[in-house]
């Protein structure tokens, strides 16, 4: 049995969802006006409750809430939680018949009670948003005030750009680790026999999912092989990393009974088209100089003639 290498035990991935939200004629009201430190609500026009944020239906009679109100930028702290990223209060504006839960700022949380009067504290600069009304602060004198009509509201806000990130690990376990050690420090790439069938695979595995039996020997393969089967990409679509056409193909290493998938490169977009690459064709890894421990490692494999 070949020793093994120390494995690369994990490796850092990121999601990112980049989107848009459309906000609505009452939210996108209520957000367009924080930047002019103005909390706008909407009153329900058959059962008169008000909310805020400004809703353009009723949550609890489902009427319409067509008329918007300014509501006062003070209330009273009804509820409240503690996280790791601040508290998080439900606060009861005057005037309003449902709590907004927002942040709320202080030193000493010890200080919270149900029932203080809070009011608002707003960012240094707005960027039409939800942040722009920082959070809530205690405010002990401040009066009880009423809601008023709202007059000469700016357009609302139609559409917000928001970016979800997801970091996460990847756990290679020892057959994966195993190979992307060997990519990243020696351009070495491994698979393993199977000792009933023979079978050399790649990636390397526990088991032989063939036989059902446990795998055995670490073989070094070759970085050349032939194309098992391919196919021209012409489309285009987002997250692409290359511009069509280009060859994507499955690929069987000299000695591997397996294939992995990968481009084949260093053509001209007349030779990708006109089918330079099909089943037969000799292929060899160009490495990267990045060595991150994948097989993005190989930048695409090369066509080389039959007689190398
Ligand atoms: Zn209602
Ligand atoms: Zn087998």
Known sequence: MTTTPE??????????????????????????????????????????????????????????????VVVPPTGTLTAWTVTDQGIIGLIALDGTSVPLLHQVITATPSDLQVGMRVKATW????????????????????????????????????????????????????????????????????????????????PPRPMCEACYVPTGDWIDLPD????????????????????????YAEIVLEGSSTRLIHTVGGLSAEEARSGAVRPGTRVKAVWSDRRTGGLSDIDYFEVVADHE
């Open 7 to 68: 494995t690369m035990d994990f490796k850092n991935f990121q999601i990112a969802m980049p989107y848009t939200l459309t906000a609505g004629h009452a939210v996108g009201s209520f957000l367009a006006e924080l930047a002019h430190q103005r909390i706008i609500g909407a009153r329900c026009a058959k059962c008169d409750t008000v909310r805020v944020p400004a809703q353009d239906f009723c949550g609890d009679c489902g009427g319409e809430s067509n008329e918007f």
């Open 224 to 247: 050349t092989g032939i194309v098992q089967a391919c196919s021209v990409v012409h489309i285009e679509f987002v997250g692409q990393r290359i511009p069509p056409p280009y060859v």
């Open 123 to 202: 960012a240094a600069e707005p960027v039409g948003a939800m942040m722009d009304l920082a959070g809530f602060v205690s405010a002990p004198d401040a009066p009880v005030a009423q809601v008023e009509p709202a007059v000469d509201l700016s357009s609302p806000i139609e559409q917000l750009d928001y970016r979800m990130e997801l970091d996460y690990e990847h756990a290679y376990g020892h057959f994966y680790g195993t190979l992307f050690d060997g990519i990243k420090n020696s351009r070495r790439i491994r698979g393993v026999r199977c000792p009933s069938c023979r079978n050399v695979l790649l």
